[in-house]
């Protein structure tokens, strides 16, 4: 049910409310990745290995627990009545998923959930849990789990790749990690845990996890449908251990830089290392892209970390003649490349990491008239493209994004807007391999925004999570930019500290302020506008305005205005009793802000004459200029009436701006008098 609002030449993709594209895939259940082990697959002797954590947890409220976090995380612990879950998971997807809670997406279910009950006039992201919600309290999610006997290496690391938001985390009755430095949700953890696993026997894992509040960097939905009862709190990306030898191996990242003519490419590799041994260690890094090998002996302390770059002007075999170039879909083919990487320690392979990348390289600059212009691998890059959300439960289906990355490419567009929506690797490794072009940034309209109000610890998540974010993403060509502000651009404060973030990360792609026209004293005009409309203007207009939301420019939101879904997508989740006439349970999934309801008009008319009445043509006009509202749906109209006879019609409209009284009724044809009624609208009709 997608809406399509906080656009730009960008549509919404999202698959959940908001009645605005007909092609979008419809409240189904969401299918997870299953795979419980994944072995790096590199030499016989490589120590390496990944073990994803999905199955046979359990989640309980910490109000309806008695148990501390040393008794949940021992094993044997008895979780009776708590409920059965997968991770990665929001607290409320698991109470769906387990039958607690009817499914959302139906009907107006998602209103009758626990804690549904906040306030409607202002978005919930900003506003405390309500008094009465089970959500208020932190939820327990618990494991049990054996490391296969491949597993048992000289060092184990714990991951989280997205916690929501806060958590005390506990393992094997032990507290390894503190809500108060385990905080963020666009935040990447890692924790050593080598001495704290016990070898061949269950092990115990217990998250204690805490709903944002209103001064959390967290996500909000805006206006694009209802923010879930649990703001989404939760182990919502993988849970995973990695097992290794005393050297490991982190963010391999490669950086392509074209050469004048694009003909050749100069490629440099970067890996950090960490010695966790408490010796010194000789370790030996190896590269190889194609057949392309490089290596470099690094020394480490005890303890210490470090960076290895490989530059081609130390190794020359790095640079490339006609490197296969990757390119958006519509411009030539996606090709991909891919780099091998290990660390050998001690004469056996510590740690390996496998990545893939593209070659190529995008700038951006201002046009003379001063507007935002990408270029890629030395060409204009023309950007059509749309806003994306994720499920609103979070939840993740390989075939449903799949579907919608092919859907962008069948209404030839070529990019997709995450406006503060981090999907997980796998989106990103879709858009690579289909050459669709994605734009990330921070998210408007909750604490992201609320600079003055920012703590020392604010500043802090809010640079981390950009740090984690670009080292996570800076490998895909698909990601050409990324927007540090939303509908407005950060202080000069922060935007200096965001853009040092940029570069300690080696970020390879441009940055632009905000997807406002705002400027900025660091980096001066953002060269993008978002103007809107965000209703249907006719054709005439795009060429005619030069002001706001016309054909120049870049333009970060727009909207075609409301579509309504077909009748097989409809049954989906508007009940068979409310699909005709549009009620409440329509405007219900409609969306928030301006866009809350489909406006309806009933219209009843009679031809109380003795002649046949010909083309009788109702209109929805405002009363200022007397101009039609467009688009509107007639369930019929020019019909004729025959004498004595009457009818009772409706028609729909997207009422958000029109209706506060500002709206007329008309009527003309042959064999009527002309004439038109003020409109007056009840409960959103």
């Known amino acids: 049910m997608p809406n399509i609002q906080r656009c ?11 009645l ?3 092609f979008q895939l419809l409240a189904s259940a969401a299918l997870f990745l299953t795979v419980h082990c994944l072995w790096a697959s590199t030499p016989a002797d490589d120590q390496s290995t990944k073990i994803l954590l999905t199955e046979n947890w359990r989640i309980q409220s910490s109000c309806a627990v008695k ?6 995380s021992t094993v044997g612990f008895r979780a009776d009545g708590w409920h059965k879950s997968r991770v990665p998971t929001t607290v409320v997807a698991a109470l769906v998923a387990d039958g607690t ?12 959930f626990p804690g549904m009950d906040y306030s409607s006039k202002s978005f919930f992201a900003n506003q405390t849990m309500p008094a009465d919600s089970p959500f208020r309290c932190a939820w327990w999610f618990r494991t049990e789990f054996s490391l296969p006997a491949q597993a048992n290496q000289p060092t184990a690391w714990l991951h989280f790749d997205g916690i929501n938001y806060r958590a005390n985390l506990w393992l094997n009755g032990e507290k390894i990690g503190d809500a108060q430095d385990i905080a963020g949700m666009m935040r990447v953890f890692e924790f050593e845990i080598s001495k704290r696993l016990a ?9 204690e996890v805490f709903a944002p509040d209103k001064t959390d960097l967290a996500m909000t939905w805006v206006d694009w449908n209802p923010t879930p009862p649990d703001k989404d709190m939760g182990l919502w990306k993988d849970v995973y251990l990695t097992t290794g030898g005393a ?13 004048p003519g694009y003909m050749a490419a100069s490629l440099t590799i970067t890996a950090d290392l960490h010695n966790a041994a408490a010796h010194p260690n000789t370790s030996i890094v190896h590269a190889e892209i194609e057949g392309i090998q490089v290596s470099e002996k690094v020394e480490l302390a005890a303890s210490e970390s470090t960076t290895v770059v490989f530059a081609p002007d130390r190794y020359p075999q790095l640079r490339i003649a006609h490197p296969r170039l990757w390119w958006p879909y519509q411009m030539g083919k996606p090709e991909m490349y891919t780099a091998q990487l290990q660390v050998e320690a001690g004469g056996q392979v510590s740690d390996s990491a496998s990545v893939q990348f593209g070659i190529r390289e995008v700038t951006s600059q201002l046009t003379e008239k001063g507007n935002r212009l990408f270029k890629i691998n030395g060409r204009n890059l023309l950007i059509r493209g749309a806003a994306w959300a994720p499920d609103m439960l979070l939840r993740w289906s390989p075939e449903r994004a799949t579907a919608a990355m092919d859907y962008v490419r069948g209404m030839n567009l070529n990019a997709i807007r995450l406006e503060g929506r981090m999907e997980r690797d796998e989106f990103f490794d879709l858009a690579d391999r289909h050459g669709v072009l994605i734009m990330p940034g921070w998210t408007c309209c909750d604490f992201w925004e609320k600079w003055k109000k920012w703590k020392p610890e604010t500043t802090k998540i809010a640079a981390a999570s950009l740090s984690d974010q670009a080292v996570r993403l800076r490998n895909h060509p698909s990601v050409f930019v990324w927007l540090y502000g939303s509908d407005h651009p950060p202080p000069a404060k922060i935007e200096t500290l965001y853009l040092q973030v940029l570069k300690d990360a080696r970020w390879p792609n441009p940055t632009v302020s905000s997807a406002s026209a705002k400027r900025t004293k660091p980096t001066g005009a953002s060269g993008v506008k978002m103007s809107g409309p965000y209703d249907y203007e006719p054709p005439n207009y795009w060429l005619t305005d030069n002001k706001a939301g016309g054909a120049f420019g870049f333009n970060t939101e727009t909207s075609p205005g409301p579509v309504i879904p077909t009748l097989p997508s409809l049954k989906r989740f508007i009940p068979a009793d409310h699909l005709w006439p549009v009620d409440v349970y329509w405007n219900y999934h409609a969306g928030l802000e301006r866009f809350t309801t489909i406006g309806v008009v009933h219209a009843f008319v009679e031809n109380p004459s003795s002649s046949l009445a010909f083309m009788v ?14 688009p509107i749906f007639w369930d019929d109209n ?8 009457k009818r009772q019609l409706s028609a729909r409209f997207e009422s958000a701006k029109d209706n506060g009284g500002n709206l007329m009724l008309a009527v003309d044809g042959w064999n009527v008098v002309a004439a038109s009624n003020p409109l007056t609208f009840k409960g959103g009709h």
């Open 101 to 112: 809670y009817p499914d959302p997406y139906f009907g107006m279910n998602l209103k009758s």
């Open 247 to 259: 050297v490991r191996l982190r963010h391999p990242f490669v950086e392509s830089k074209l050469e």
């Open 8 to 18: 730009a030449p960008f549509f919404d993709l999202s698959h959940f409310f908001l």
């Open 638 to 645: 020019y019909f004729p009436l025959l004498p004595g006879e």
């Open 67 to 72: 148990a501390d976090g040393r008794e949940i």
């Open 199 to 207: 070898a061949g026997k269950p092990n115990a894992l217990a998250v």
């Open 617 to 630: 043509h109702l209109r929805v006009a405002r009363t200022s200029d007397a101009e039609d509202v467009v």
């Open 20 to 22: 605005k594209l007909r």
